[in-house]
């Protein structure tokens, strides 16, 4: 096996956002990079099957996320309550000060489906395409959108985010909010 | 002809895009604070950048290769 430089270079810049991903994934900052570790062994054991020019990221992404299924399907089977491991895991690192400021959103994540904690996370904070995002998952993009929209409203509710919309879009509202991100 | 990309393509480097306007039955408010709040905590682990280990792998994999070379060799 060899490992021209840009290669390595392309891994290695996308260690950062599989760590991200990971970590939102399994709320457990150990299991996760022991996941980004297994992803880039695999990785460079198949490094001759990755297509020079094509999506890196996306490439590591979509091992990282079937690695995770694959593992988790596993757990799933001698563990019921998945969930609830989850929810333990979390409270098993007070160590990670900084990250306390996201308890809420973290709780709120666990208690999605795993098809919609993907997603959302990928499209709303990794910043993939529907169309990225659909690949990795190997879904459908309209599956990945009704699967983040679902997502969204489901985290909105779980963090008492008022935001159902009752009287329809207020077009006033929407033009102001809009300018304000983008200024 | 092919234009020499300024930056590496990867979708970290470019535009997000997440639409915030798009979730059905969210108000685009709530959407965005969704949003923000995931890109925020996403971004927390992000700027942690590459932990040793991680290069170490790397490191340790190219090198075995060159012994490994090296023995072909001789």
Redo the contacts between chains.
């Keep these: ?3 021209d430089d840009r290669t ?1 270079d ?8 599989l ?3 990971a ?2 994934l399994t709320g457990n900052v150990d299991r996760a ?1 022991d996941l ?2 297994e992803t ?2 695999r990785a ?1 054991a198949n490094i001759d099957s990755f297509q020079p020019g094509t ?4 490439w590591l992404f979509t091992i990282l996320r079937n690695l995770f299924r694959s593992e988790y399907r596993k757990r799933k089977r001698e563990v019921e309550d998945a969930t609830g491991m989850y929810a333990d895991s979390l409270k098993s690192q007070p160590e990670q000060g ?2 306390l ?2 308890e809420e ?2 709780v709120a994540l666990s208690k999605l489906p795993d098809d919609q904690r993907e997603a ?2 990928l ?8 169309e ?1 995002a659909a690949a990795i998952c190997g879904c459908a993009v309209g599956t990945i ?1 009704s699967r ?2 679902r997502a ?2 489901r ?2 509710e779980l ?1 008492s ?5 009752d009287f329809g ?1 207020d077009r006033q ?2 033009a102001v ?2 300018t304000a ?1 983008r200024a | 002809m092919a234009r020499k990309p300024e930056k590496p393509e990867g979708p970290m480097q470019r535009e997000r895009h997440s639409e915030p306007g798009e979730s059905a039955g969210l108000t685009r408010e709530a959407t965005v604070k969704i949003g923000q709040q995931l890109r925020a905590m996403y971004d927390e682990v992000v700027k942690e950048g590459v932990p040793d280990r991680f290069t170490e792998i790397l490191n340790r994999l190219d090198k075995g290769d060159s012994e490994k070379d090296r023995g072909h060799e001789s």
């Design positions: 096996m060899s490992l390595r392309l891994i290695l810049k996308a260690v950062p956002n760590r991200a991903f970590i939102s990079d980004v570790q880039m062994l460079l999506n890196m990221p996306a900084s990250r400021e996201f959103l973290r959302v996370i499209v709303g904070a990794s910043g993939f395409s529907y990225e959108k983040v929209n969204r409203n985290l909105a963090m985010i008022d935001g159902l919309e879009p509202t929407r909010l809009t991100r």
